[in-house]
């Protein structure tokens, strides 16, 4: 098992910067990928960026990319998100996400849940 734990959600201006961190325990080692997803009030849990363990690759959402930067220290077993010009829109619970076989690109297809962070955005 794995366990993942969120932080640094919190309220931000429009066009501000944030960022999450994600610490994993138990059998983190062994995962072969982390993510960050995203649930607005009312919408499906979507993929927001994942990173794999070993070689470090990444996978943006469309909406995501060049403002958002996924990272991981493998030694700590953390994963961030920095979050630059957030928009009012993407006001959401984030989660941390753990998948021991790929890259989890649907909600359906992880293994492992953190239990999500609030991020507001205000216009």
């Known amino acids: 098992q794995v366990q993942l734990v969120e932080s640094g959600g919190g309220l931000v201006q429009a066009g501000g910067s944030l960022t999450l961190s994600c610490a994993a325990s138990?059998?983190?080692?062994?995962?072969?990928?982390m993510a960050w997803f995203r649930q607005a009030p009312g919408k499906e849990r979507m993929l927001v960026a994942a990173?794999?363990?070993?070689?470090?690759?990444?996978n943006y959402a469309d909406s995501a990319k060049d403002r958002f930067t996924i990272s991981r220290d493998n030694a700590k077993n953390t994963v961030s998100l920095q979050m630059n010009s957030l928009k009012p829109e993407e006001t959401a619970v984030y989660y941390c996400?753990?998948?021991?076989?790929?890259?989890?690109?649907?909600?359906?297809?992880?293994?492992?849940w953190g239990k999500g962070t609030l991020v507001t955005v205000s216009s």
């Open positions: 990173i794999t363990r070993s070689r470090g690759s990444t």
């Open positions: 996400a753990g998948d021991d076989w790929g890259v989890p690109m649907i909600a359906s297809g992880v293994n492992y």
């Open positions: 138990g059998r983190a080692s062994e995962l072969y990928a």
